[in-house]
């Protein structure tokens, strides 16, 4: 029992640092994003840095990678693991008065928003690999902008994007004070602000992607 309660608790921890590593990236996207609203220029220069330094591409990107791979595989074996644990189904469902709807379905908005980052990579990184290393295209520091602008032209993808993101709001309002509690950042006097900040931060960054594919979309 002690050796099972361990390496539950070293499971949650390490889905904990792995979520904190895609928190910190959601952070450094919509934040580089947000440029193309304002400013083109400025927009291509930092997705040419991004797209071309060797420590981000070699060290940070697959690093990144195996994160978002290792936190959804984990959050799917916890999921699995918590449902063996309790294979008898109460017989009254409590549901909300326990839990509220985000911490009972993170597999749910989880799922979606993996299948999300499937489209994601197809639209951005793979053409990224596809320019550099398949067909060896030169450097353009001015294409970054339109590329992007381009890939909202299409109603559908707009969509797709938009509802991605209300469920990835829905996903961090509950994992991102989750990921602290399970590192043991709990207290008192802090708790209240991490829930704060958790609550602000999943409502205020997919709401920043959105309005850039709307405006995108608009500005066609």
Known sequence: MAGSSTSSIGRKYAMAISAMLLLSFLIVHVTLNSLSVFSKASFNEASQFMG?????QFVFQPILMIGVVFHFVMGFILEIR???????KYSVNAGSANSSWMSRNMIITGAVILAFLGLHFYDFWLHEMNYKYIEVLPEDPSRYWMELHEK???LWRV???VISFILLGLHLSH????????IGARHPKYTPFIKGFGTWF???VPLAFIAIAIFHFVTQ
């Open 152 to 154: 909202f032209s299409d």
């Open 202 to 204: 999943s409502i205020l």
């Open 159 to 161: 969509i797709i994007y």
């Open 175 to 182: 994992g991102f004070q989750s990921s602290f509690q399970s």
């Open 82 to 88: 918590n449902n063996k644990a309790r294979p008898v």
């Open 52 to 56: 071309y330094n060797p420590f981000i």
